[in-house]
């Protein structure tokens, strides 16, 4: 059974740039969120992503936006970057009816140049 | 707003010796208590949670306690081993409801001396 999958794993960006990630939940799980992880730092919540909407969101700007498609899966997407943008954003995947209960991937490493 | 706070930020023991993390959360709607252990370039792996329900909680090695009056929450690792090397963060729900995230601490970050 494969765990929740993001890619790609690393990414250099410049800013000012866009930027997509991608994400694969757990087998069986339907709600999907995203953190941003600075580092030294504990995971930030961004939103959250149940039958394709975005159910709640954390304390960030427009820039940051995503998707969920009928599979589940899911983009975050976040225009005009900026250097304090550099982070690892974690996709996190949650069983039906357990939405707090967070299974992580490996994350995406975003660096912003 | 809502917090968590997490003690120690680092953590050296001796390998066999035990291990305790400390968390403090501010909602007190907070029901669900997970803790999450993250290797070098990896994402957190949930380890154990508590509910708000339950005063204690144990799984082998590791065992997690709460006391809601004073919103705490605590970690222990009884024998460490030099694979329990780690950053482990505490987290709290918040939010209530259909959705609930999850607020984390800092992280403590653990080295177990062989």
């Known amino acids: 059974d494969a765990g929740v999958t993001q890619s790609p794993t690393h990414l250099i960006k410049t800013r000012g740039q866009q930027v997509t990630l991608r994400c694969s939940p757990k087998?069986?799980?339907?709600?999907v969120s995203w953190y941003q992880q600075a580092l030294g730092q504990g995971p930030q919540f961004i939103f959250q992503y149940y039958e394709e909407e975005e159910r709640q969101r954390g304390n960030f700007p427009d820039r940051f936006s995503g998707h969920q498609f009928p599979n589940y899966s899911s983009e975050l997407n976040v225009n005009a970057l900026l250097l304090g943008d550099s982070a690892l954003y974690l996709c996190?995947?949650?069983?039906?009816?357990?939405?707090?209960?967070?299974?992580f991937g490996s994350g995406t490493q975003l660096s912003v140049l | 707003g809502e917090n968590v706070e997490q003690h120690p930020s680092t953590l050296s023991v001796q390998e066999g010796d035990s291990a305790v993390i400390k968390c403090t959360y501010s909602?007190?709607?907070?029901?669900?208590f997970p803790w999450y252990k993250q290797e070098l370039g990896k994402g957190p792996q949930l380890i154990i949670d508590i509910r708000s329900n339950v005063g204690e909680k144990k799984d082998q090695r590791i065992a997690v306690t709460l006391n809601k009056t004073a919103k705490h929450f605590s970690l222990h690792i009884t024998e460490t081993q030099p694979e329990d090397s780690a950053v482990y963060f505490c987290a709290a729900s918040s939010g209530g409801g259909a959705t609930n995230k999850l607020i984390f601490g800092t992280g403590t970050l653990l080295a177990v001396q062989p």
């Open positions: 909602d007190s709607a907070s029901n669900y």
């Open positions: 087998s069986g799980h339907d709600t």
């Open positions: 996190a995947s949650s069983p039906a009816g357990q939405n707090e209960k967070l299974f």
